[in-house]
């Protein structure tokens, strides 16, 4: 079944900065890449989600890529603030010896320092 | 407003003695499932539900039951909790459909701590 692989698990950026998240899956029969972010206290969210036939998706300060041919996916911040502090999940969208389940990663933990 | 509603929030007891976490949705989602969060092992499912009647196993069902009587609910029951049942719990639904279709929508989970 479906594999995804997350990294780092903790990242320290200054404010301003970029930041850039990394996911591997090892379905080649995944097509939909969410990835959720996770503030304090609450459940994960939406924050931007890729299908397989577009390669880069854009909305606002977030963007994510996804390299089908290397079965990679990244999560992109630019510029950014304390509200981006937060817990970031990637996801794949198993086939079916998965069940069609979404599998998820790890979880990244990113720190804004101001 | 949108919403998947836990409850309880915070729940302690104590081994063996039977729980239920409650999970409801208006959004009238076919698939709801149930994920426990542990420290460095980020989502885990435990259970999904693809409509109602129809449950199947996630990866870590052992010591957890659903069940899906309605389509709005999908409790979650722990018949006699262990301390490894110690956990963070989270409820989600998603569409089957349409342009919100597998995008999951969470609760505010749930923090068990089972003595």
């Known amino acids: 079944g479906e594999n995804v692989e997350q990294h780092p698990s903790t990242l320290s950026v200054q404010e301003g900065d970029s930041a850039v998240i990394k996911c591997t899956y090892s379905?080649?029969?995944?097509?939909?890449f969410p990835w959720y972010k996770q503030e304090l206290g609450k459940g994960p969210q939406l924050i931007i989600d890729?299908?397989?036939n577009v390669g880069e998706k854009k909305d606002q300060r977030i963007a994510v890529t996804l390299n089908k041919t290397a079965k990679h996916f990244s999560l992109h911040i630019t510029e950014t603030q304390p509200e981006d502090s937060a817990v970031y999940f990637c996801?794949?969208?198993?086939?079916?010896?998965?069940?069609?389940?979404?599998?998820w990663g790890a979880g990244t933990k990113l720190i804004i320092k101001p | 407003e949108a919403q998947v509603t836990q409850n309880p929030r915070y729940l302690i007891t104590v081994t063996g003695k039977k729980l239920t976490v409650t999970c409801s949705q208006n959004?009238?989602?076919?698939?709801m499932s149930w994920y426990r969060q542990d420290p460095g092992l980020g989502l885990r499912q435990i259970y999904y539900?693809?409509?109602?009647?129809?449950?199947d196993k996630g990866d870590v069902p052992e010591g957890y039951k659903v069940s899906r009587k309605e389509k709005r609910n999908f409790p979650l029951i722990l018949e006699s909790p262990s301390p490894n049942q110690t956990s963070l719990y989270f409820c989600?639904?998603?569409?089957?459909?349409?342009?919100?279709?597998?995008?999951?929508?969470f609760g505010a989970g749930t923090r068990l701590s089972v003595l």
């Open positions: 996801a794949a969208l198993g086939g079916w010896d998965s069940n069609y389940q979404l599998i």
């Open positions: 989600a639904s998603t569409s089957m459909g349409g342009l919100a279709k597998n995008i999951q929508y």
């Open positions: 539900s693809m409509n109602v009647e129809v449950t």
């Open positions: 890729i299908r397989s």
């Open positions: 959004m009238n989602h076919e698939y």
């Open positions: 379905d080649s029969a995944s097509n939909y």
